[in-house]
């Protein structure tokens, strides 16, 4: 069993160092880099677009409500 699971560690390390490799020095995935780094960049500043409209909505309900 322990040896099963070494061999599943080696596997995933193996992978993840296939993924780092892949991202740091492939032209196309530098690109797909930069691309999820855009796309995290805009969901990040649509989720505080969002919240902070619909801060602004409770707050005038609660003022309506008073």
């Not at 991202?23 to 649509?46: H, R, W």
Request: net charge positive; glycine share 4%.
């Amino acid at each position: 069993e322990d040896d099963i699971d070494s061999k599943s560690k080696k596997g995933v390390m193996k992978s993840v160092a296939e993924l780092k490799e892949f991202f740091a020095s492939d032209p196309m995935g530098q690109k797909l880099a930069a691309i999820c780094k855009e796309l995290k960049d805009f969901f990040l500043l649509a989720r505080t677009k969002a919240r902070s409209a619909l801060r602004d909505y409770v707050k005038r309900l609660m003022d309506e409500g008073e």
